[in-house]
């Protein structure tokens, strides 16, 4: 597994507006990245697994595979109160990535571990980024 450090480690996590994990899910189980009970069902769950809120349940549509062969998949995402968590995949690579950002923090760990469960991905890349680490210093006089 490839892990990509974007953020500066000496920032703290406390001083960010946001928390943003990326996940690059590499040769997934067959079937997956066309299974939109799959995708909407780990869309719909993964919120509440990491302690997160919706606004409103998941949307998930597929991507005109005749016009796009090679996009073809799912795109879809789970509004959150905090923020978003978004999926897309593409068949013809079994490949998906999936993006979940949040104005709180959430347990990285737990949130790969619960994307393997549900695709079983060959290899994962990760990045984590903190978003708006200037929101809460105060300006100047």
């Known amino acids: 597994m ?5 953020c ?7 001083t960010a507006f946001g928390y943003e994990l990326l996940l690059d899910l590499y040769e997934c189980k067959p079937g ?23 606004q409103a349940p998941p949307n998930i549509f597929f991507t005109d595979e005749k016009r796009f062969p090679d996009k073809a998949g799912l795109s ?12 897309h995949t593409l068949s013809p690579k079994n490949f998906i990535s999936i993006d979940i950002y949040c104005c709180k923090e959430f347990d990285i760990e737990k949130a790969k571990s619960f994307c393997r469960r549900f695709f079983s991905p060959q290899r994962m890349d990760e990045q984590f980024i903190l978003r708006g680490i200037d929101y809460y210093k105060q300006e100047a006089s």
């Open 32 to 54: 997956a990245c066309d299974d939109l009970s799959l995708c909407y069902k780990f869309l719909d769950e993964i919120v509440g697994y990491l302690g997160m809120e919706k």
């Open 2 to 6: 490839k892990s990509i450090e974007v």
């Open 8 to 14: 500066d480690a000496k920032l703290k996590k406390s």
């Open 76 to 87: 879809g995402w789970a509004p959150l109160v905090e923020s978003s968590v978004v999926i």
